[in-house]
Structure formats: C-alpha cells, structure tokens
C-alpha cells in the first residue's frame, strides 16, 4: 500500500437501540448477513450474548478460522462493559 491511500468515509444517521458489529472474517465466511441480523435480533438487548452467540455458532457452523466479534450498542444502556 501506498501513501497516497485515501480512507472511505461514510455517515449514517444512527438511533437509540442500534447496534454495530465489529468482527473478522472468521465471522462472515461462515454466517451470511441474514443470519448475522437473526442472531443480532434475538440478542438486541444484550450485547455481551450477542457476541457470545454469534462466535458460538460460527464455530457450530465448522469455523476453522479464529472468530472476532464485537458488538456496540448506540444509547443510553444499563448494561456494563466486560
């Protein structure tokens, strides 16, 4: 990579119960998008289980690479950061 590289911005407007989901590709070569959101839906409310969730069955689904996943949720929350 050279110098000249040039980041991609994008803005989104964003409203209380979004979630943003960080995660290598581990992720992604086993669960599709739709699954991805399934999984995000059943665990809106916790983003501790979410993440929990999503590597469990990541590697349920044969993952052989390392899975990373973080999950942020926008707003105010009582949940505490682990």
Not at 8 to 25: A, R, Y
Not at 39 to 48: M, N
Request: net charge negative.
């Amino acid at each position: 990579m050279g110098r000249d590289m040039q980041p991609e911005l994008t803005s989104i407007p964003v409203t209380p119960q979004d979630l943003f989901v960080l995660c290598s590709d581990g992720l992604t070569k086993m669960l599709e998008d739709t699954a991805i959101a399934a999984i995000l839906s059943r665990a809106s409310d916790d983003p501790h289980r979410a993440c929990h969730d999503l590597i469990e069955e990541a590697l349920n689904r044969g993952g052989e690479d390392n899975v990373t996943v973080i999950v942020v949720a926008w707003g105010p929350s009582a949940v505490t950061a682990v």
